[in-house]
């Protein structure tokens, strides 16, 4: 079983980097995701989650990663992962691939946790990128 904590950040145009501090049994090791995602207004940053956590889950299924705890901050991805609600049209569509990239692990648990390293840095890709 792997634990990965996750951060994340995209700049306005939808250009994101993730970051999974991924802990097992071997030690400890950071990977790096990039992802493009569709910004909208009112989502508070919940399509950021959704882009970021997709990319992970996909590089380390490609990776042969078969149990995954994903440990991130957005609580609205979590609920609305764990209670099935309704979702804002916006959102459908990275739901789906979310499930889509999830479904290709055996076990995959999702965990609320916040990795303020990862999120720096993360925040920080992504303003040295917007800055160039």
């Known amino acids: 079983m792997v634990q990965a904590h996750l951060g994340y950040a ?6 994101g980097v993730a970051y999974a501090r991924l802990t097992s049994r071997a030690g400890e090791r950071l990977v790096r995701a990039a992802f493009r995602i569709t910004r909208f207004p009112g989502l508070d940053g919940r399509e950021v989650a959704y882009g970021a956590l997709t990319a992970v889950a996909t590089m380390l299924a490609e990776r042969g990663v078969e149990r995954v705890t ?20 916006p959102i459908e569509l990275p739901y789906v691939r979310l499930g889509c990239a999830l479904n290709r692990l055996k076990d995959a648990v999702l965990a609320p946790g916040e990795d303020r390293d990862l999120m720096q840095r993360a925040v920080t890709e992504v303003e040295l990128h917007s800055a160039a």
């Open 10 to 15: 995209a700049d306005r145009y939808g250009q």
């Open 70 to 89: 994903f440990v991130l901050p957005d609580e609205s991805l979590l609920a609305d992962r764990r209670e099935h609600r309704p979702l804002p049209p």
